[in-house]
């Protein structure tokens, strides 16, 4: 007799798709090897809705080949509670109707301390992808989520060591916890050689920009706490016009600081304001470039996987690993200390970092082999 058993992917943001493409592809090559046990494998992507814009999520699927979600929820933006409110009556009929064996949540966001709950109250099975990462800043949404989502979960997947020594702190039995690498790293490396294999070309902005500058900056800049308040952004981008004018910057702008600057007088400057750009796009100027300055979580592991300078404005880090061992500057919000670190840099006088232990691009085989053998 075949049984069957159905696990729910869910993805809230951009970023997550990255996370959750190679899970999907390894338990699509292990469908075979269950059918031979009597066990039909299901997989179900879930998209919460919680950031959406139609171009740019064609674009992330196209880009990643992964097909696109089967369950869309539509939940939209909103306050903190409502958002998770919304998600988790939506994702409430979601376990109803489908029933599966296990949910897997991955990252910080929203969706994933909603889905995460909602789960557990059913008596659903529940695994975090990126477990343990920790700023220990509470005013953080993310790491509210991330503390929350953890002390529930059934299976705990960390990135880095740090991750296995703080949810081994806050009781989480060892029994729970795998070191099994990075899946953002897996993408990356799964869509270089793709990228390089079938001669990629950028979009036509994004390469006149790299030929037209032989050293050139990337810039993330999006989170509430430098972009929201004038008093706490102005100087970061007063920080970032002075260092334009000693290497030129490739800006793709989130909307929320998009709104806070004006654009033309970026675009007169040497700095290119964008659209945000599609994950290849993305991928391509990051790698070409010699720095990234960043307020981003993932482009932290992603520069340090690959070799580039990272400077991130923010007072601390969830990913210490890439501070401690990588590429990654971890430099505050000051101007004085973006402009001469950035400066430093330039100069030749950046650190080299090695990559960390198991960020070989198999993370998600591993996560996959420990969530059938349960």
């Not at 989502?149 to 880095?160: G, P, R």
Request: charged fraction near 20%; proline fraction near 5%; include cysteine.
């Amino acid at each position: 007799m075949i049984k069957s058993m159905t696990i729910l992917l869910v993805a809230g943001a951009r970023p997550n798709f990255m996370k959750i493409a190679p899970i999907y592809f390894a338990l699509e090559s292990k469908k075979t090897f269950m059918r031979s046990k009597n066990i039909e494998l299901r997989i179900v992507i879930v998209h919460t809705g919680q950031h959406y814009d139609v171009n740019m999520s064609d674009i992330f699927f196209r880009d990643l080949e992964i097909p696109k979600p089967d369950i869309y929820l539509g939940t939209g933006s909103g306050s903190h509670a409502e958002q998770t409110g919304k998600i988790m009556i939506a994702f409430e009929k979601v376990l109803l109707d489908t029933q599966p064996d296990w949910v897997i949540v991955v990252g910080d966001v929203n969706s994933t301390v909603a889905c995460s709950l909602t789960s557990k109250k059913l008596g659903v099975k529940v695994a975090h992808v990126e477990a343990g990462l920790r700023s220990f800043d509470m005013t953080m949404p993310e790491e509210v989520n991330r503390k929350v989502t953890d002390s529930i979960c059934d299976l705990l997947f960390v990135t880095e060591e740090s991750g296995i020594t703080n949810l081994r702190n806050e009781g989480i039995p060892t029994k729970q916890i795998f070191h099994v690498g990075n899946v953002m790293i897996d993408s990356l490396l799964k869509n270089l050689a793709k990228m390089e294999k079938n001669g990629f070309q950028p979009s036509p902005a994004i390469k006149e920009f790299i030929i037209k500058h032989n050293k050139y900056a990337v810039l993330t800049l999006h989170r509430p706490s430098n972009v929201d308040s004038p008093e706490h952004f102005f100087p970061i981008w007063e920080a970032i016009r002075q260092v334009s004018q000693k290497i030129p910057i490739l800006f793709p702008a989130h909307p929320r600081t998009l709104s806070k600057i004006n654009k033309n007088e970026g675009n007169n400057g040497n700095i290119m304001i964008t659209e945000p750009l599609g994950y290849h796009d993305m991928l391509f100027a990051i790698k070409n470039s010699k720095i990234v300055i960043t307020d981003s979580g993932g482009l932290q592991e992603e520069t340090t996987a690959l070799g580039i300078h990272c400077v991130t404005i923010r007072e601390n880090t969830e990913r210490p690993i890439t501070v401690e061992i990588g590429t990654n500057y971890l430099i505050g919000t000051k101007f004085d200390m973006i402009v001469s670190t950035v400066e430093n840099i330039i100069a030749g006088k950046g650190k080299n970092g090695i990559v960390p232990p198991l960020w070989d691009g198999r993370a998600a085989e591993r996560i996959v082999d420990i969530l059938i053998s349960q």
